[in-house]
């Protein structure tokens, strides 16, 4: 396998992470999303991803794009430890964990966003922070609120094993601290998110750790 990913970002931190869990070593292809005007929009790699987004994912002949699917085609393909629990109702309510930070809070802050709000907005970074703290409080109150005190949370967002659910959770914390936005409202999401951080699967893909990091 090869990833064409960034390290900084949340969605190819959320591929890294899934990857390290079921133990497979992929080819890294760095894609910095700064650089060069931005190495994404190269025609090399819009030929990879129209979306000019990462990551991609090679498996052979096949292209994935967008990490909830990829990282349920890893799951598919390799279903040890699953990233999902048994039964309909509890895969839902993980995916559903998942969404409210993959689809619901994330595109809202991610790079292109803020770019549009500074360059064609003419948002200073004082707005865009505001933007950008807004959106993830909105989020994590959300996530709160469906992981405190539920009776499927365990050390987890479900149970006592990392779901996709942590999957998604872990790299949307990382950029709020980076955001420096205030996250002492939500005790039972960051006590998930530390126990996600002693898994070394998380903590080796974390930013820091890339062999791009910066």
Known sequence: MRLFDYYRSSASFRVRIGLNM??????????????????????????????????????????????????????????????????????????????????DTHPLNNLRILKYLKDEMGQDDEARNAWYRYWVAKGLSALEALVGGHPETGRFCHGDAPTLADIALVPQIFNAKRFDCPLDDYPATMEIFENCMAQPAFDQAQPANQPDAE
Request: proline fraction near 9%; include cysteine; hydrophobic fraction near 45%.
């Open 22 to 103: 079921k133990g497979i070593d992929v080819e890294r292809s760095p894609v910095h999303l700064l650089k060069d005007g931005g190495q994404q929009f190269a025609g090399s790699f819009t030929a990879l991803n129209p979306q000019q987004l990462v990551p991609v994912l090679e498996d052979g002949d096949l292209r994935l794009i967008q990490s909830l699917a990829i990282l349920e085609y890893l799951d598919e393909t390799q279903p040890e430890p699953p990233f999902l629990p048994q039964g309909a109702a509890a895969r839902a309510r993980v995916r559903a964990l998942a969404q409210v930070i993959a689809c």
